[in-house]
């Protein structure tokens, strides 16, 4: 009993091994140029016949606001966000910096502001080169040839078009309940909530996991505090089988943490931008879709064209569509 155990387990050892060293770097099959992976799958047509369905003027914002102390990457030594004015009514009076004199600068008041802000905050894209695997991300390119001091010359935010699709909120925390700390959403609870919202995945589709996670998003520390998120299995199903052209959810970092593997902190990350050029939005607020139950519509969202950037606030909103029962 004891040999057979031992070679059980050296086996699994084995088995769990070799699994973990199959990560790679994919290959587009838009060819060797493509910086925007799957989603190539939009097309004008796609985008005309899901506008086509809008059955209702009601629009649902899914962004949230960005705040002096809104929650951040600050433990990975990233800088919070910083707001600051430039210009205040009162103090334009005092400087005159337009030369203009005390009197035009009391009629005409002025106030000026700027931010200070990581690119991974509030709702935003993940650029598929934000993670890439064995020194190259999505379709082989590599630092060495495409990383400028200002920047990648190669699948940066700027290389990100609008996007019209179909959209499905998958709301995981109303089908399931309030998630527990650290919960990883799995391949079988998104096909429950599937089954419960009687909604069916369609190729193209943009899918956002609702982990509840927003209602927190007023206070970082709770926001923070040991999230949910989605697995490897959930996501290799939605991509590899559902053909998902993008994703979204409401926490932090999209997956959950500590990780799966022992071998790759953030395998989600990896095998989505790295290894399949699909792109996702995290930190999105899908309260009030939820709230009134709107399950399918139309996604219309474009982010900011950094250039170079690894990722780009992004302001998504969504129309109400006609739902086949």
Sequence with gaps: MKTTTFILVTLLTITAATAQQKEAVGESPWGPDDEIGTLNMMTEASQLQVLSQIVSGKVYDLSVDYFVGMPSFHSLGDPGYQYWLTHTPHGTVVD??????????????????????????????????????????????????????????????????????????????????PLPKNYRISAADLQLVLKKQNVRLQKGDVVLIRTGQAQHYENAADYLDNYPGISLDAVKWLVEEMNIMLLGADNLSFEAFPPERTDNWVPVHTYLLAEKGAMFIEQMFLEELSANEVYEFVFIAASLKLRGASASPMRPVAFPIQTKQ
């Design 96 to 177: 005159n910096p337009n030369g203009l004199g005390e009197a035009m600068n009391q009629k005409v008041s002025y106030t000026g502001d700027a931010i200070s802000m990581y690119t991974h905050m509030g709702t935003h894209i993940d650029a598929l080169n934000h993670f890439g695997l064995n020194g190259k991300i999505w379709n082989g390119f590599t630092p060495e040839e495409h990383l400028g001091d200002k920047g990648w010359k190669k699948t940066g935010a700027e290389t990100i078009p609008p996007i019209i699709a179909r959209g499905v909120l998958l709301d995981v925390a109303a089908a399931k309940g």
